[in-house]
């Protein structure tokens, strides 16, 4: 496991995730760091998110080590997507720090799958995946990284992927309506009437009115009546 030193009048050895390189960071440094972290959050609140966005990126250019920079940088995209090109670079370079982060990975696949960059995304899901089969899966975002990944498979017409997403996915998180909805999509494409209504049906108990279009157009008028009472 790489390791980062701080500097203050002597070396300290602290030991975070693993990192691609050594890294010396000077105490005061990473105090500043926190510093203008904290200046951004305060922007983020008050939506001056530009100012955020710059404020970030001069934390970064002090220390390039500090994990929640690049945490609030994606939290700057998912508030405003236009920021999409200008965080990716950044969450890239971060996750070539943290080069074992499924967290940053997967934030990665997600500014790819908005910008429709459906194979990009797959990749950089796929990496999370495996990375988090070596973290733990305990991490609760874990479940989106299978239904996101079926989701760009859904995209992209790979159905029979997209169903062994959604299916890994509900293992996690078994109550998620959307996966059963989205499941039950990939079902019907595939001309598998009966568990797409079955999907929509469970989709629907747990709160998606939206399944009830797909419920009312292909499968109350047949047999499948059945798995909806």
């Known amino acids: 496991m790489k390791k980062i030193l701080y500097i203050a009048f002597f070396l300290i050895l602290i030991t975070e995730k693993s990192f691609s390189q050594d890294y010396i960071v000077q105490v005061k440094d990473r105090n500043r760091a926190i510093e203008l972290i904290s200046q951004a959050n305060t922007f983020i609140e008050n939506n001056e998110l530009e100012k955020a966005y710059i404020t970030i990126l001069e934390s970064i250019t002090i220390d390039s080590t500090f994990r929640p920079a690049y945490l609030y940088l994606f939290k700057i995209f998912t508030l405003d997507n236009l920021f999409a090109d ?122 998606n009115k939206n399944a009830n279009v797909y419920i009312d157009k292909f499968c109350k008028s047949t047999k499948n009546n ?3 009472k």
């Open 86 to 207: 200008k965080v990716l670079p950044f969450l890239i370079k971060g996750r070539n720090i943290y080069n074992d982060d499924d967290e940053l990975t997967f934030y990665i696949a997600e500014i790819y799958r908005i910008k429709s960059e459906y194979e990009k995304a797959k990749i950089e899901y796929s990496k999370a995946i495996n990375l988090s089969k070596n973290n733990g899966e305990y991490f609760p975002l874990i479940y989106l990284y299978y239904l996101n990944r079926g989701n760009c498979n859904l995209k992209l017409n790979q159905n029979d992927s997209a169903i062994l997403d959604y299916t890994n996915s509900i293992k996690l998180k078994p109550n998620h309506s959307n996966t059963y909805y989205n499941r039950g999509i990939s079902y019907y494409a595939k001309g598998s009437i009966d568990k797409a209504c079955e999907d929509w049906s469970t989709s629907l108990k747990l709160g």
């Open 226 to 228: 059945k798995s909806l």
